[in-house]
């Protein structure tokens, strides 16, 4: 049973365009959802959100969370060919077990 | 942010080899550290998490006698791949995680790893 579902699975936008991506979670001793951007490597870490309705903004990214309805969004204003990635998300409970979903792949064409 | 290093970065090996990959946390004690394998434009795959002194938890399907997990200390984890194949040829990436605030996983660069 999946405890991270992220979609959609893949999207392919142009240049300029604005993107929405979802992350819906359980709700078991839940503690932070987090999100991540992976290029070619390792993840790297874009968010961290604990608490609902509170916008976390870094640039053209930013993300919120429903606490009550069990989902996150990743949106990406004015996307660039360098947004590229996998985006993935994880939930972390109390007892630091973390689980991700299996990513958005997002493919941004000039 | 906290750092983590793998090593090596690279490897390759011949098929029946075991090779040995190293997870250092260098600014935190991480009590908690996770080995992720990756597939080309594949998510992450957890493989194993790891407490330190005590036995990792193995994912289902996942080899526990051909992937040796050690956490022996709160600085350092291990994964050795044992009698290697060219289907164990992947991207290997460890994670730590402290078990206080602001409890983020910290990502290493990864391990590529080639059998051949």
């Known amino acids: 049973e999946d405890k991270v579902v992220q979609s959609p699975l893949s999207l392919v936008v142009h240049e300029g365009d604005t993107v929405t991506l979802n992350c819906s979670y359980e709700?078991?001793?839940?503690?932070?959802l987090l999100w991540y951007k992976q290029e070619k490597k390792a993840p790297t870490f874009l968010f961290m959100l604990?608490?609902?309705?509170i916008e976390k903004k870094s640039g053209r990214l930013s993300s919120i969370l429903d606490k009550k309805e069990l989902f996150s969004i990743l949106n990406i204003t004015a996307t660039q060919t360098g947004d590229s990635a996998i985006y993935l998300c994880a939930q972390t409970n109390t007892g630091n077990q973390f689980y991700f979903g299996t990513g958005t792949s997002l493919t941004v064409i000039p | 942010g906290a750092v983590v290093s793998q090593h090596p970065s690279r490897v390759i090996c011949k098929s029946g080899t075991s090779v040995k990959i190293e997870c250092r946390s260098l600014?935190?004690?991480?009590?908690?550290m996770f080995w992720y394998r990756q597939f080309p434009k594949k998510s992450l795959m957890l493989m194993a998490t790891?407490?330190?002194?005590?036995?990792?938890?193995?994912e289902q399907g996942v080899e526990k006698d051909k992937f040796l997990i050690n956490h022996a200390s709160l600085t350092l984890s291990t994964l050795t791949v044992t009698s290697a194949h060219p289907e164990d040829s992947s991207f290997y990436i460890c994670?730590?995680?402290?078990?206080?605030?602001?409890?983020?996983?910290?990502f290493g660069p990864g391990t590529r790893l080639t059998v051949t």
């Open positions: 604990t608490s609902s309705g």
């Open positions: 709700v078991t001793n839940f503690r932070s």
């Open positions: 790891s407490n330190e002194g005590s036995k990792a938890t193995y």
């Open positions: 994670s730590a995680s402290a078990d206080s605030y602001p409890y983020e996983q910290y």
């Open positions: 600014d935190f004690q991480a009590t908690t």
